[in-house]
């Protein structure tokens, strides 16, 4: 089988639609990796910021958080993980599994008109996409998806299992309610599903391991015909001098006659010869090879699979797993991780098996020499893990005021250190000890004020010797200011996106272009220049039109998610944004105070002509008539700071204001 690059997974296929939705897991995470390579490709963001400094740099921040504020991503992993990224746009929460660790690698990605499942070895890091041997699978949604709707469930219902293994879980926090979101959205696609695969004639079992289930057990869900014969293991990591796994791989091989049983391991030597496989396990099995190269790259073996024969029937199992105790789950009340793996099971010698054969393609004999091999597991040599005592890190925003405050979930369990210290960048206190925690009276969270301006991405915890970062996470991501690129941009910019039916990043990428951003420029921009006739404001109010037009078409396409509303309305193109920067021109004499009245009253009109029964029709209702009331509420406070002077034009916006409001439910 030809390798693929496992970034062009997150690209949409054709008539897709826009991007709605991202639930990914990983165990290690590299946050700016996968925000300017995976996330940028599932958004389609045109220009990747790769930290070169030149002017797609700021396009490509202002292109993702325009298609982020209509988008939910949530990532999930191990609570081990790195989390220092640079942004809060998108969700990121640590699992602490009790029995081991969150060692699953699934995305599920989800556009208007498609669906795709990835599930593999691969951690969201760029050795894992660019640098080692992986293993992964790519499966869209549709009547010849490879998985059939039960064991999609199956994957929706482990995956809602994680969030509950993050310490300090709360379903009525907004952060979960957005996975939540995502994953309801996932049934509902589920459903249309066909009960079984239409893919010729392979057969899939989700086999996941957790406190019930573990892989090996599963095989027989995708088994038929004769007992196994044959087995060859791919693993990266092993228990040194434990061979449980490979034990109960060789009592499944129960085919005859027994001296055609064949059980092998395939190995990839590191940089300086060694294999990672001892003598000790290599005892155990009758054969230990080489894997044979498909490209001349030199690559590190992190690809986990199991391929089981019998002279007629082939099943493999990928996933996450690696071949040891805790990966396989093989040692009950042990140490189990939490992984994702299917099996796949078809005819021997029909295209599918062939395929699935080809998985694993060895060549000569490996040379064991090695009495030891370590680490064990890559899980066990890792950075310290946050202790589940600090549960959420929240920032919640006054939108009125803008002003911040930390809410840290501090709770007393058997794992508090003795000793803990919280550094919090911007804080107007001193940082929290256990000390000062205990004389407040221990409570469940400890509320931080911020500085004006401050906008921590995580707080640093010290305990026992240890340090880790505690990633921050945001109850509302609309509450968040928008960054030096946006804060940049004026209305005429925005407008003019508007007008022309670009977007706002490429409107600001043709102003680059040209050179500097000045005065001269920003009016060319400008879509009522044609107009800039003595008292011609109401011809100008024509132009303004037609940009409003196009902001009413964008507000008008319906939302299957209450927070891709709220994005909506929020967004730089959307009318809260637009309106407060109309204000910010007229203060700073870019317009004049009856021009940027006149604006306010027509981009509530636009809100107020929206046809909104149609919008909701897939949401609640009540909610989404809230959100578009605190869009009103919002508007009409901007035109209430512009004063009162002329008062023709005051009272215009006013009962401009009232009458758009008649589009609400009474």
């Given amino acids: 089988m030809k390798p693929s690059p496992m970034l062009d997974f997150w690209q949409k296929p054709a008539n897709a639609g826009r991007p709605v939705a991202l639930l990914a897991t990983t165990f290690a995470l590299e946050p700016d990796f996968f925000e300017q390579n995976c996330l940028a490709r599932f958004l389609e963001v045109s220009s990747v910021n790769e930290d070169t400094g030149a002017v797609v740099d700021v396009v490509a ?30 969700d990121l929460l640590g699992c602490s599994v009790p029995t081991g660790l969150l060692h699953a690698k699934v995305a599920v990605l989800i556009w208007e008109n498609a669906t795709r499942v990835l599930l593999g070895s691969a951690n969201l890091t760029a050795a894992g996409y660019r640098r080692q041997i992986e293993l992964g ?4 949604l549709g009547p010849d998806c490879l998985l059939p709707a039960q064991v999609l469930g199956e994957m929706a219902d482990e995956l809602s299992s994680y969030l509950e293994h993050v310490p300090g879980y709360d379903a009525r926090v907004a952060v979960f309610g957005r996975a939540a979101d995502t994953l309801a959205l996932f049934r509902e696609r589920i459903e249309s599903q066909p009960k079984t695969s239409r893919r010729g004639s392979v057969r899939v079992a989700f086999a996941p391991t957790n406190e019930k289930v573990f892989p090996l057990e599963k095989l027989t869900d995708v088994w038929k015909g004769a007992a196994p014969l044959q087995a060859m293991h791919l693993s990266p990591f092993w228990d040194s001098n434990d061979a449980t796994a490979l034990q109960r791989v060789k009592h499944l091989l129960t085919g005859r ?5 064949i059980h092998e391991v395939a190995l990839v030597p590191g940089p300086r010869g060694q294999t990672g496989f001892s003598n000790h396990l290599a005892k155990e099995v009758t054969g230990v090879r080489l894997l044979r190269r498909e490209d001349h790259e030199i690559r590190t073996l992190h690809a986990k699979c199991l391929i089981v024969q019998s002279s007629e029937w082939v099943a493999a199992l990928v996933g996450s797993s690696n071949h040891t105790k805790a990966g396989l789950g093989l040692k009950e009340g042990g140490r189990r991780h939490r992984e994702m793996n299917l099996w796949l099971g078809a005819p021997r010698d029909s295209r599918e098996g062939k395929a699935l054969r080809a998985l694993v393609r060895t060549g000569k004999d490996a040379w064991v020499d090695a009495e030891d091999v370590g680490p064990t597991d890559e899980d066990e040599a890792q950075l310290p893990s946050l202790p589940d005592c600090f549960g959420l890190c929240r920032l919640v925003q006054e939108s ?12 007393m369990n058997g794992r508090m ?13 001193p940082s929290p000890t256990r000390r000062s925690w205990e004389d407040s009276g221990s409570p469940e969270t400890i509320a931080i004020p911020l500085q004006p301006g401050a906008l921590p991405m995580f707080v640093r915890v010290r305990w026992d010797g240890s340090e880790a970062p505690w990633a921050v996470i945001t109850d509302s991501r609309q509450g968040l200011p928008p960054g030096p ?10 407008l003019a996106a508007l007008a022309t039916g670009r977007t706002l990043a490429q ?6 272009e040209r050179g500097p951003v000045s005065e001269k420029t920003i009016d060319d921009l400008n879509p009522l220049k044609r107009f800039d006739l003595p008292g011609s404001l109401l011809r100008r109010g024509r132009a303004l039109a037609a940009s409003l037009e196009a902001m009413q078409r964008r507000l008008e396409r319906q939302v299957i998610t209450t927070e ?16 407060a920067k109309v204000v910010e021109a007229q203060e700073a004499g870019q317009m004049g105070r009856a021009e940027a009245l006149f604006t306010v009253a027509e981009i509530a009109l636009a809100v107020g002509r929206v046809r909104w029964a149609h919008v909701l029709e897939h949401i609640d209702e009540t909610g989404g008539f809230a959100l578009v009331a605190d869009t009103f509420r919002k508007v009409d406070a901007l035109r209430v700071q512009l004063g009162d002077q002329p008062a023709d034009l005051s009272a215009y916006a006013r009962s401009a204001i009232q009458e758009a409001r008649r589009c609400l439910p009474n």
């Fill in 61 to 90: 921040s202002i292109e993702l958080h325009e298609l982020m504020q209509d988008t939910i991503v949530t990532v999930l992993a191990d609570r081990s993980a790195p989390v220092e990224r640079t942004s809060l746009l998108w």
């Fill in 137 to 140: 699978l790519a499966a869209d």
């Fill in 257 to 261: 006659p027994a001296s055609e049983r």
């Fill in 400 to 411: 009125t005021e803008f002003v911040r405050t930390l809410v840290l979930g501090v709770t």
């Fill in 417 to 429: 250190p003795a000793a803990w210290e919280i550094d919090i960048a911007g804080s107007t206190l």
């Fill in 485 to 494: 690129s946006l804060s940049s941009l004026r209305a005429q910019h925005l």
């Fill in 507 to 512: 409107t600001l990428r043709e102003e680059l």
């Fill in 564 to 579: 891709a509303l709220r994005a909506r309305l929020a967004s730089p193109l959307g009318p809260e944004f637009l309106a």
